[in-house]
C-alpha cells in the first residue's frame, strides 16, 4: 500500500476519538514505521490531543489492527519501538533483585 492509501485506510478503521468522541482529520495523523506486512500509525485528537497507536498487520486471512490509547507523543512511541525487547528473563531478573534489597522496596513506597 502506497502512504496515502494507509492514511485513508486507518481512517476508516478509526473515525473517532474513543476519549470525546471527535472526529480525526488527516493532519493529524503520522505513519512512524512501515514494512510489507505491517504499519505503524500515530493518531492524536485536534479536540482533547489524546493521542492513539494503531499497528495494522496483513496476515494470510485478511488485515488485523490493535490500537492503544496513550499519553505518549509520536517520537516517544518511535523511541520505545526502536528499543530492544524486554524478555521474560529481564522481568525475571529484576524481581530477584527487588526482593533481595528490602531498601529498594521501602524507597518506592516513600515516593
Known amino acids: 500500500m ?4 494507509k492514511g485513508q485506510f486507518s481512517l476508516r478503521l478509526i473515525q473517532k476519538c474513543p476519549v470525546c468522541g471527535s472526529d480525526y482529520t488527516e493532519g493529524r495523523i503520522e505513519i512512524l514505521d512501515e514494512d510489507e506486512k505491517s504499519f505503524l500509525v ?14 495494522v498487520m496483513t496476515l ?13 507523543a509520536a517520537p516517544e512511541v518511535l523511541s520505545f519501538s526502536e528499543s530492544p525487547t524486554v524478555l521474560g528473563n529481564h522481568v525475571l531478573e529484576i524481581h530477584e533483585l527487588i526482593n533481595k534489597d528490602s531498601s529498594f522496596i521501602e524507597k518506592m513506597r516513600r515516593n
Open 2 to 5: 502506497i502512504q496515502d492509501q
Open 42 to 55: 500515530y493518531l492524536s485528537c485536534g479536540f482533547c490531543s489524546s493521542g492513539l497507536i494503531v499497528r
Open 60 to 72: 494470510p486471512h485478511g488485515l488485523i489492527g490493535n490500537a492503544i490509547l496513550t499519553d505518549l
